[in-house]
């Protein structure tokens, strides 16, 4: 099945950048999310890319895609401590809705 | 507009008990799908309806079972609870041939 991985833990300072990085293994995927997840909540989406786009912007964030090597970073400019919560990287299988996620990182802003 | 609206909050349960989840999607979304958050297995797909069809289903065992009423409101039902059951359970809502797919806060289930 869809593999998508990401590394555990990332911490950085407040108003420096955050680089959060995932892989996965299915060449299908048709979409690529982000999903931010705070404590005792659910998943709020912050973007997606579709698979024939190499980078979307969106205010503080950037998402780049590298198809080739499977690949796929959320960069969030300015880091506030309110960034700090999990991050998850999904892909959309082939199925309608049926995402796979990643393990989540968790993203600490020191102040 | 009001977002995916999931009831219970919470809900602590023994085992061999059944129970069922409620999940409103957002107005006018056709497609919700249902997941299962844990520490150990992360975010896993359990299924989607769509027009009150399960149009795709992941691999959990048949005391996972859901449905889909007219007005898009889906339950989700497990049956014959077991402590490895114990999870957050997440249901998503789009508007079925979107990509955006929208989450509600969850219902914490806990089974001692």
């Known amino acids: 099945g869809e593999d998508v991985e990401q590394s555990l833990f990332l911490s950085v300072r407040e108003g420096d950048s955050s680089v959060i990085n995932c892989t996965y293994t299915d060449s299908s995927s048709t979409y690529l999310y982000w999903y931010k997840q705070e404590p005792g909540a659910g998943l709020q989406l912050l973007t997606y890319?579709?698979?024939?786009?190499d980078m979307k912007q969106d205010q503080r964030l950037t998402v780049l895609l590298n198809k080739k090597d499977k690949h796929l970073s959320l960069r969030i400019a300015d880091t506030q401590t309110g960034d700090s919560a999990i991050y998850f990287c999904a892909e959309r299988g082939t199925g309608a809705n049926n995402l796979f996620f990643g393990t989540g990182t968790r993203l600490t802003v020191i102040p | 507009k009001a977002g995916v609206t999931q009831t219970p909050r919470y809900l602590i349960k023994t085992r061999g008990q059944q129970v069922t989840l409620s999940c409103s999607p957002i107005s006018g979304h056709r497609s919700v799908s249902w997941y299962q958050q844990t520490p150990g297995q992360g975010l896993q797909f359990l299924f989607e309806?769509?027009?009150?069809?399960?149009?795709n289903k992941g691999n959990f065992p048949g005391r996972f079972s859901g449905r889909q009423f007219s007005n898009s409101r889906s339950e989700m039902n497990v049956s014959t609870l077991e402590l490895g059951d114990s999870a957050l359970y997440l249901c998503?809502?789009?508007?079925?041939?979107?990509?955006?797919?929208?989450f509600g806060s969850g219902t914490q289930l806990s089974v001692l």
């Open positions: 890319i579709f698979s024939n786009m």
């Open positions: 998503a809502s789009s508007s079925g041939g979107n990509e955006k797919l929208f």
């Open positions: 309806y769509f027009s009150e069809t399960q149009r």
